[in-house]
């Protein structure tokens, strides 16, 4: 398919939802027009159009968060992108990772979300810490000190889970597992590995064996 078979509106616009190619989080949403459209295409690189000042802008130019693009789908109506990126800090104006940061319903910690609900509660919070860089917050310390320093973490946390079995010590099996969990999801992140990609290989592997 080619941009002119994109279906733009009166003003000649196309809504882009950007999404987070790893965590699946919505960072923004956005507007482009053909021009944009190309210039993403081209670069790679997430180009909008802004409606208040009605110019082109290149998300990133100037605060250098810029958004790598992996992958852009349109919908069957072929009058809206959703734009898979790869991000370089916060995709907000006021520095937060996503623009859609504030929810209209309380969260019901009872809710049918799922046990494993958590999981993916862990996925987004990194990337969120990734993307901002909170000062003092030690997932900001394993990412300011690169992958050597998280894989030495994943293989001490290892460690510690094996000799809390060999010890039979089931509270700090507790402890120790949940840290080795959150330092693999740190890792993850670090190597744009999605959780979905692992859980696909699970569920490939249980599927195989039916």
């Known amino acids: 398919m080619n941009i002119e078979e994109l279906t733009f509106d009166e003003k000649g616009l196309i809504p882009a939802i950007v999404q987070d190619a790893v965590s699946k989080e919505v960072l923004t949403l956005a507007y482009m027009n053909k021009e944009s459209v190309q210039k993403t295409l081209e670069t790679k690189e997430t180009w909008f159009y802004s ?14 968060n810029t958004q790598h693009v992996t992958d852009i789908h349109y919908d069957c109506d072929q009058d809206a992108l959703v734009v898979k990126v790869t991000p370089n800090g916060p995709a907000c104006h006021k520095g937060k990772y996503s623009c859609f940061s504030q929810s209209l319903l309380e969260k019901d910690p009872d ?10 509660q862990l996925e987004q919070t990194i990337a969120e810490r990734e993307a901002e860089m909170p000062e003092g917050a030690y997932t900001t310390y394993l990412f300011t000190e690169g992958v050597d320093k998280i894989l030495k973490k994943v293989g001490e946390e290892a460690s510690e889970v094996i000799i809390a079995s060999k010890n039979r010590d089931a509270e700090e099996l507790k402890w120790e597992s949940a840290d080795l969990l959150y330092h693999l999801f740190v890792l993850l992140r670090e190597q744009k590995m999605p959780l979905d990609e692992v859980l696909g290989v699970l569920d490939e592997r249980h599927g195989s064996k039916k």
């Open 51 to 64: 409606r208040s000042r009605q110019e082109l802008w290149h998300k990133g130019e100037t605060s250098g």
């Open 111 to 120: 809710s049918t979300s799922g046990r494993f609900a958590i999981l993916n």
